[in-house]
């Protein structure tokens, strides 16, 4: 890791008391002063790309590594170090292995695929939004929207059963919470690839029209993939499938609420309308937004700094998706610019896989939510909000609504 | 312009489907990169410039 030379700022850095959807200004501000700059750790210091045209040439460069077991990759905490250290998941791995794992799963996120998923999703949204409306107001939208849609879609779609949810909620929460312990983290995450280990053997003869059947069949029985490297992916895609979604869904609902001229164009615009809305709506939030960690295997040259092999480095990619090279007022929420560049999903081999699934979930959930509640608003001001600063998903604990 | 695409670079994004649909699939198996033409359509030309910007991947190479 880089030691000489003093470090200007710490991550993950600390938002200030400014506007809640912004980054931090100490972040985006290092987009035009040192573009490629030195940052202080927990346990040491790591390289910090901000600019968007320097992420997206590192991150699909091979020099580049996801390894999470490297002594030089950048945690976050010693809780992630612990649990990434033991993680088998794609998401730790460099191409070719890393392409030859998530190949076994791209199939069921394409494109068509998640489109297919379409009406199976406004099913659901109707009826949690039935159910919100029965109960009346107030609401948090949190627990009785935002976090049970992604949940429902993503269990469906890998056969986990939903009446679990409760246990793996809480045990995604504590691995992507910072401030959890390493045995902490290590606890929930065993316990989860526990769970999921004995589903997949239960689903070797019990199998269902799901992922995990699939996997089970395919992988698990024909000896391809232990028992141990299926239950790691399953988590992966659980985790990875449900917080990210959810806090989209409510972060973005408390912005729209903010400027109900563009809410208005959701609720009544055009799909195309909607699908861009949704395209800024990542940009703006950005809610991954702890930076895509890497370390480097070679030295690198860039942004007038040398990179050492060795050295961690890490894409703020909320800085990028505010660059002003790429996107014009950044700092404005625009629904009808091209937003398409957004980093939001990262980029490189290992780019978001359940990017097109999310993007089905919003492009429902947005209108048909503002459709149901005209008269939608927060129950407390802006700032009596409480936002997620130290997890790894950016977003609401809760979002208290009225209609 | 010619498209060529890189299957082995891929890692089934359908960024390119999203842009063009008329140019890019993804196959069913395992969501990786089809090319339906390799000759850009009249009109598409900026989707497919856009596409080859998106892909995560940097699969996708378009020849004058
Ligand atoms: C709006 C919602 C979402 C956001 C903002 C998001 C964000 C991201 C980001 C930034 C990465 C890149 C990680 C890196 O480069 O280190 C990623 C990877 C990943 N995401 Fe998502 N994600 C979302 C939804 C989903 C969904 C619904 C799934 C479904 C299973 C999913 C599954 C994954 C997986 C498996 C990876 C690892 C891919 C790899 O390493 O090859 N994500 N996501
Ligand atoms: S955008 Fe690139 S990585 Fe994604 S499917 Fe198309 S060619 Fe493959």
């Known amino acids: ?403 | 312009m010619h498209i060529t695409v890189n299957e082995e670079k891929c890692c089934g994004a359908g960024q390119c489907v999203l842009l063009a649909p008329d140019v890019f699939d993804q196959r069913d198996e395992d969501g990786i990169v089809v090319l339906l033409t390799p000759r850009v359509p009249a009109g598409q030309e900026a989707a497919v410039h856009e596409a080859v910007a998106v892909c995560p991947a940097a699969a996708i190479e378009v020849r004058a």
């Open chain 1, 1 to 403: 890791m880089p030691q000489s030379s003093p470090t200007a700022l710490s991550w993950p850095a600390e938002r200030t008391a400014g506007c809640p959807f912004d980054p931090p200004p100490a972040v985006t501000g290092l987009l035009t002063t040192v573009p490629v700059q030195r940052v202080a750790l927990w346990d040491g210091t790591a390289w910090l790309v901000t600019r968007h045209a320097d992420q997206v040439a590192l991150l699909r460069d091979s020099r580049v590594s996801a390894d999470t077991s490297h002594p030089g990759y950048p945690a976050l905490s010693a809780g992630s170090r612990a649990m990434r250290a033991h993680s088998r998941s794609f998401i730790a791995m460099d191409d070719p292995e890393h392409a030859d794992r998530r190949r076994v799963y791209t199939a069921d996120f394409t494109v068509k695929r998640t489109r297919g998923l379409a009406p199976r999703v406004q099913s659901l949204i109707d009826d949690l939004l039935d159910a919100m409306e029965r109960k009346g107001p107030p609401a948090d939208l949190v627990a009785d929207f935002a976090l049970p849609l992604p949940s429902l879609v993503i269990c469906e779609l890998l056969g986990v059963p939903y009446t679990d949810h409760d246990f793996f909620q809480r045990a995604s929460a504590v691995i992507i919470d910072t401030r959890s312990t390493p045995e902490e983290a290590l606890e929930a995450s065993r316990r989860l690839i526990d769970y999921l280990g004995d589903l997949i053997e239960h689903k070797v003869d019990h199998p269902g029209d799901d992922l995990l059947s699939r996997v089970a069949a395919e992988q698990f029985a024909t000896g391809l993939s232990t028992r141990e490297q299926c239950a790691d992916e399953a988590r992966l895609l659980l985790i990875a499938g449900h917080e990210t979604t959810a806090n989209m869904i409510a972060l973005g609902t408390c912005a729209f609420l903010q400027h109900p001229e563009q809410l208005a164009a959701v609720r009544d615009g055009s799909p195309e309308r909607v699908e861009g809305a949704v395209e800024e709506m990542l940009r703006y939030l950005t809610v991954a937004h702890m930076g895509r960690r890497r370390v480097a295997l070679e030295d690198i040259e860039i942004g007038g700094v040398r990179i050492a092999a060795g050295d961690g480095i890490i894409f703020a990619n909320d800085a990028a998706n505010r660059d002003p090279e790429v996107f014009e007022h950044p700092e404005r929420l625009d629904i009808d610019r091209s937003a398409r560049r957004h980093m939001a999903f990262g980029s490189g081999p290992h780019q978001c896989l359940g990017q097109n699934l999310a993007r089905v979930e919003l492009q429902l959930a947005y209108p048909a939510l503002f459709r149901r509640f005209p008269g939608l608003r927060l129950d407390r001001p802006l700032d009596e909000i409480p936002f997620r600063t130290a997890m790894a998903v950016y977003g609401v604990h809760e979002l208290p609504v009225s209609w």
